[in-house]
């Protein structure tokens, strides 16, 4: 069958394979094909054990895979076939040099761009899915147009703003898709390319263009506001807990206001994932840059007041049970970032884990589908850590119970069960304030939410 577009999707990750899965199955008249450097990821794209957990993705992939969606680690190939190439590879916190701990590192990026121009036989529309610097489309078309006679590449900004968990649903109907472009003529013309590829599945209005560089600030600003709205929160939380105010009554009261909103204000024991960090530290960098150190320290604030809520939810645990950790068994519900994924990237609970064996306590960790993960973050803490999927036998004989992610499965348990087969007193620490504080409480257990009055029988 001859189709009537090539697209290439560089890197498979948590980005890359969903996205591309969703326009392969919107568009059968398209043939995505997806690379990677892994052997062993691509090798999973191909089986029934996807590489990543996803609601709703397996169904999609099952559709599209053989059909027009592929994957394939011949990536020169992949380049030279392609109309269309998308970079979805990582693009994480520079950890040496110039800007280690802030700034973006883009060497994954930029060795993407030269293969591309190594290989590239005629010209391209390169889309920057990763999320990436403001300016560094710039950079990117400097490399690529460097090259040889007649082969001409266009860069367009396309930045993804799925969230993991629920990106089959925000791939499918989402809130907006933002296509940036330079403003010229060729820049213009490739911009509607993409349009025309959204436009199978997404309305005309949700299909925001702009120019290249506001597409990019774009993307890090949408997770700056986030993520702030999280720290606002958390913030507000401790205050709570000071005061015995109640965040969940306060965070009603003001998301009811229509132009705030009540989404995003669920105090947590901190936001994770591998973007909103990163991302609010290359903002932060670029602030810096420009020489703007008011407006970094200000979003610099956002991260800080994570960490802090981090180290908070431990000392509260150390408080509450006596000053000491030593020797006691700690259960953790939940290790994945959120729930709905088994994504443990920057997690709060690899924090909290850390704080526990530091403190000598023993760990065991439960989690319905990131415990392959959390065997590998937590290799390097020294300490007791043990992995036990089922709650109930994790729960069994330790001290106290901690809940890191906000797990439907943990709202639902037979909590009496849980106490009764637990060290005395028994506490539960809930870092996601998702079960019945009230029940708990008069089922036994000693109760310390996130902002909000603790319940203690002593
Ligand atoms: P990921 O680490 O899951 O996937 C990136 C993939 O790129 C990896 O499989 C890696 O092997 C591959 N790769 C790296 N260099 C390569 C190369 N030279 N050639 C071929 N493959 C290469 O990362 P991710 O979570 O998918 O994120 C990708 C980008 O999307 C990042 O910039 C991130 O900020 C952004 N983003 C992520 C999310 C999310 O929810 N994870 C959402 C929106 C945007
Ligand atoms: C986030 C954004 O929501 C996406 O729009 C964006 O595309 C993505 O980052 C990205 O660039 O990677 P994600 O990190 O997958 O998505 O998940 P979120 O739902 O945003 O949750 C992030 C963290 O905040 C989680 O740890 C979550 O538990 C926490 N959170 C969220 C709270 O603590 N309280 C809340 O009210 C909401």
Redesign the pocket.
Same mark, same amino acid.
């Given at each position: 069958m001859k189709f009537e577009k090539e697209i290439l999707c560089? @890197? %498979? @990750?948590? *980005? @890359?394979g969903p996205t591309m899965a969703m326009i392969a199955y919107k568009c059968p008249q398209y043939r995505v094909n997806v *690379? +990677?450097?892994?052997p062993e990821?691509i090798d999973q794209w191909n089986s029934d054990d996807l590489p990543i957990y996803e609601p709703g993705l397996d169904e999609i992939i099952k559709k599209a895979r053989g059909r027009n969606l592929f994957f394939d680690t011949d990536?020169e190939a992949g380049i030279k076939a392609a109309d269309i190439i998308f970079v979805? *590879?990582?693009?994480p916190t520079k950890t040496y040099g110039v800007g280690a701990g802030m700034a973006a590192d883009l060497q994954?990026w930029e060795?993407?761009a030269r293969?591309i121009l190594d290989c590239a036989e005629s010209s391209k529309i390169i889309v920057e899915?990763?999320?990436?610097p403001v300016k560094t489309a710039q950079a990117m078309e400097r490399i690529l147009n460097s090259g040889k006679n007649g082969v001409q590449f266009e860069v367009l900004s396309n930045?993804?703003?799925? %969230?993991?968990g629920t %990106?089959i649903a925000d791939l499918e109907d989402p809130d907006r898709v933002l296509i940036g472009s330079q403003q010229t003529e060729s820049g213009l013309r490739a911009r509607d390319t993409l349009v025309n590829i959204y436009a199978n599945w997404v309305a005309a209005d949700r299909i925001v263009t702009s120019n290249i560089w506001s597409s990019e600030l774009s993307k890090l600003v949408a997770n700056a506001f986030l993520a702030q709205r999280i720290s606002s929160i958390n913030a507000i939380s401790s205050l709570c807990e000071k005061t015995e105010a109640d965040v969940s009554e306060v965070a009603r009261v003001v998301g009811m206001d229509t132009r705030i909103g009540p989404k995003f204000l669920n105090a947590s024991v901190g936001f994770g @994932?591998?973007?909103f960090k990163? +991302?609010i530290l290359n903002l932060v960098y670029l602030c810096r840059h420009y020489g703007l150190e008011q407006e970094a320290d200000y979003w610099e604030g956002v991260v800080s007041i994570n960490e802090h809520q981090k180290e908070r939810f431990v000392l509260n645990m150390l408080t509450a049970m006596f000053n000491t950790l030593a020797g006691k068994k700690v259960c953790l519900f939940g290790f994945a970032f959120k729930a709905n994924t088994g994504d443990t990237r920057e997690t709060p609970a690899l924090t909290i884990a850390g704080r526990l064996v530091a403190e000598n306590a023993q760990v065991v960790i439960s989690d319905p589908k990131a415990l392959d993960n959390a065997r590998q973050d937590t290799k390097e803490l020294k300490g007791d850590i043990q992995f036990i999927e089922d709650p109930y036998s994790a729960a069994q004989g330790c001290h106290a119970v901690a809940i890191m992610t906000e797990w439907e499965l943990y709202r639902t348990l037979d909590y009496k069960k849980i106490f009764d087969s637990m060290q005395q007193p028994a506490f539960i620490f809930d870092g996601r304030n998702i079960v019945d504080h009230d029940k708990l409480f008069k089922l036994g257990f000693n109760v310390f939410p996130i902002g909000k009055p603790k319940k203690v029988h002593f």
């Amino acid at each position: 069958m001859k189709f009537e577009k090539e697209i290439l999707c560089i @890197g %498979a @990750g948590y *980005v @890359g394979g969903p996205t591309m899965a969703m326009i392969a199955y919107k568009c059968p008249q398209y043939r995505v094909n997806v *690379v +990677d450097i892994l052997p062993e990821k691509i090798d999973q794209w191909n089986s029934d054990d996807l590489p990543i957990y996803e609601p709703g993705l397996d169904e999609i992939i099952k559709k599209a895979r053989g059909r027009n969606l592929f994957f394939d680690t011949d990536i020169e190939a992949g380049i030279k076939a392609a109309d269309i190439i998308f970079v979805s *590879v990582n693009t994480p916190t520079k950890t040496y040099g110039v800007g280690a701990g802030m700034a973006a590192d883009l060497q994954y990026w930029e060795k993407t761009a030269r293969q591309i121009l190594d290989c590239a036989e005629s010209s391209k529309i390169i889309v920057e899915k990763s999320t990436l610097p403001v300016k560094t489309a710039q950079a990117m078309e400097r490399i690529l147009n460097s090259g040889k006679n007649g082969v001409q590449f266009e860069v367009l900004s396309n930045p993804e703003f799925l %969230a993991e968990g629920t %990106a089959i649903a925000d791939l499918e109907d989402p809130d907006r898709v933002l296509i940036g472009s330079q403003q010229t003529e060729s820049g213009l013309r490739a911009r509607d390319t993409l349009v025309n590829i959204y436009a199978n599945w997404v309305a005309a209005d949700r299909i925001v263009t702009s120019n290249i560089w506001s597409s990019e600030l774009s993307k890090l600003v949408a997770n700056a506001f986030l993520a702030q709205r999280i720290s606002s929160i958390n913030a507000i939380s401790s205050l709570c807990e000071k005061t015995e105010a109640d965040v969940s009554e306060v965070a009603r009261v003001v998301g009811m206001d229509t132009r705030i909103g009540p989404k995003f204000l669920n105090a947590s024991v901190g936001f994770g @994932g591998s973007c909103f960090k990163k +991302d609010i530290l290359n903002l932060v960098y670029l602030c810096r840059h420009y020489g703007l150190e008011q407006e970094a320290d200000y979003w610099e604030g956002v991260v800080s007041i994570n960490e802090h809520q981090k180290e908070r939810f431990v000392l509260n645990m150390l408080t509450a049970m006596f000053n000491t950790l030593a020797g006691k068994k700690v259960c953790l519900f939940g290790f994945a970032f959120k729930a709905n994924t088994g994504d443990t990237r920057e997690t709060p609970a690899l924090t909290i884990a850390g704080r526990l064996v530091a403190e000598n306590a023993q760990v065991v960790i439960s989690d319905p589908k990131a415990l392959d993960n959390a065997r590998q973050d937590t290799k390097e803490l020294k300490g007791d850590i043990q992995f036990i999927e089922d709650p109930y036998s994790a729960a069994q004989g330790c001290h106290a119970v901690a809940i890191m992610t906000e797990w439907e499965l943990y709202r639902t348990l037979d909590y009496k069960k849980i106490f009764d087969s637990m060290q005395q007193p028994a506490f539960i620490f809930d870092g996601r304030n998702i079960v019945d504080h009230d029940k708990l409480f008069k089922l036994g257990f000693n109760v310390f939410p996130i902002g909000k009055p603790k319940k203690v029988h002593f």
